[in-house]
């Protein structure tokens, strides 16, 4: 049976290039017949590094079958997984977040969660000796992975392991880091086609906190005049977006990944009171930013407080 390996919805670079890069390990170093599968649409920048490194999109699929066997990388919550995932025959997790809860497995399984900025480095570490035979496609997008994951090594997530990593890949390939890093930033900042659903969608978690159920949206850009000049509309879009995903309220961080700082958009009073207690804003209209506020895994979700 051909092993699914996935990552989380809303799939982002990590989570379009870690299926792929540990598909191929599974089928050309272990010797298991393996295939990466999206649970949706890549964004651009993922859609951009597919193309980079000569790569087709995955196949997107929308559950799995009873006894599938898959693998999940990039998430370890039920939430942004299949609703048939407790049906497959999980054989191994790879992910670098905190631990959710949740998910059942058929026996003993494989995991390795780290904290380390992306689910690519960790792959490179399990790897061991056969990293060395990475094509340069897999490396291209291990090398685009660790760039997104950790914006150019500006999100706090970052580690040495990460960096080092990136750069030694980067050599490798014969890449300037920082001009293709702004290539992907260009790519990720290119949303006008998106609507605002798509846009509140394009890169959210869901996360609960003082019994409200929020749908915690980031859009990373190096132009966020082009989605902060539709603050109105999304913010009107915002209503039915939650009603329609069981959520009490979306949140929306505008990151600006050369200025090092966010944005949030704040259609209520319950926005509001929830920047004031998070971060300690001030709040005096529909917008307030939030210096040094990169990552959501480590500054905003930790910070959420109503």
Same mark, same amino acid.
């Given at each position: 049976?051909?092993?699914?390996?996935?990552?989380?919805?809303?799939?982002?670079?990590? &989570?379009?290039? &870690?299926?792929?890069?540990?598909?191929?390990?599974?089928?050309?170093?272990?010797?298991?017949?393996?295939?990466?599968?999206?649970?949706?649409?890549?964004?651009?920048?993922?859609?951009?590094?597919?193309?980079?490194?000569?790569?087709?999109?995955?196949?997107?699929?929308?559950?799995?079958?009873?006894?599938?066997?898959?693998?999940?990388?990039?998430?370890?919550?039920?939430?942004?997984?299949?609703?048939?995932?407790?049906?497959?025959?999980?054989?191994?997790?790879?992910?670098?977040?905190?631990?959710?809860?949740?998910?059942?497995?058929?026996?003993?399984?494989?995991?390795?969660?780290?904290?380390?900025?992306?689910?690519?480095?960790?792959?490179?570490?399990?790897?061991?000796?056969?990293?060395?035979?990475?094509?340069?496609?897999?490396?291209?997008?291990?090398?685009?992975?660790?760039?997104?994951?950790?914006?150019?090594?500006? &999100?706090?997530?970052?580690?040495?392991?990460?960096?080092?990593?990136?750069?030694?890949?980067?050599?490798?390939?014969?890449?300037?880091?920082?001009?293709?890093?702004?290539?992907?930033?260009?790519?990720?900042?290119?949303?006008?086609?998106?609507?605002?659903?798509?846009?509140?969608?394009?890169?959210?978690?869901?996360?609960?906190?003082?019994?409200?159920?929020?749908?915690?949206?980031?859009?990373?850009?190096?132009?966020?005049?082009?989605?902060?000049?539709?603050?109105?509309?999304?913010?009107?879009?915002?209503?039915?977006?939650?009603?329609?995903?069981?959520?009490?309220?979306?949140?929306?961080?505008?990151?600006?990944?050369?200025?090092?700082?966010?944005?949030?958009?704040?259609?209520?009073?319950?926005?509001?009171?929830?920047?004031?207690?998070?971060?300690?804003?001030?709040?005096?209209?529909?917008?307030?930013?939030?210096?040094?506020?990169?990552?959501?895994?480590?500054?905003?979700?930790? &910070?959420?407080?109503?």
């Amino acid at each position: 049976m051909t092993i699914k390996v996935f990552g989380h919805k809303s799939p982002d670079t990590d &989570s379009t290039g &870690s299926p792929l890069i540990w598909a191929w390990y599974l089928s050309e170093i272990r010797g298991q017949k393996a295939e990466a599968k999206l649970l949706g649409e890549p964004n651009t920048e993922a859609a951009f590094v597919l193309k980079k490194w000569g790569y087709d999109k995955p196949e997107i699929i929308t559950d799995v079958a009873e006894d599938d066997k898959v693998v999940i990388v990039d998430t370890n919550n039920p939430a942004e997984l299949p609703a048939g995932i407790n049906g497959a025959d999980i054989i191994q997790i790879i992910d670098h977040h905190k631990l959710a809860g949740g998910l059942e497995t058929k026996g003993p399984i494989d995991i390795t969660i780290k904290p380390l900025a992306c689910t690519a480095t960790i792959m490179h570490n399990l790897m061991g000796p056969n990293a060395d035979k990475m094509t340069d496609g897999i490396k291209g997008l291990m090398l685009s992975c660790i760039l997104s994951d950790t914006l150019e090594f500006r &999100s706090p997530t970052t580690t040495e392991q990460d960096k080092a990593l990136a750069e030694k890949l980067a050599g490798e390939l014969g890449v300037d880091l920082s001009a293709y890093a702004s290539e992907m930033f260009e790519a990720k900042s290119d949303v006008g086609a998106f609507s605002d659903a798509e846009l509140l969608r394009m890169d959210s978690k869901e996360y609960s906190v003082g019994g409200k159920d929020f749908r915690v949206s980031v859009l990373e850009t190096t132009a966020p005049k082009l989605i902060l000049d539709r603050k109105d509309s999304l913010m009107a879009s915002m209503v039915d977006v939650a009603k329609e995903d069981g959520a009490d309220q979306v949140l929306l961080f505008v990151v600006d990944i050369l200025n090092e700082e966010a944005t949030l958009l704040v259609p209520n009073d319950l926005v509001k009171g929830l920047a004031e207690k998070s971060f300690g804003a001030t709040v005096s209209g529909n917008t307030v930013v939030l210096p040094g506020i990169m990552s959501r895994k480590k500054q905003i979700i930790p &910070s959420l407080k109503v």
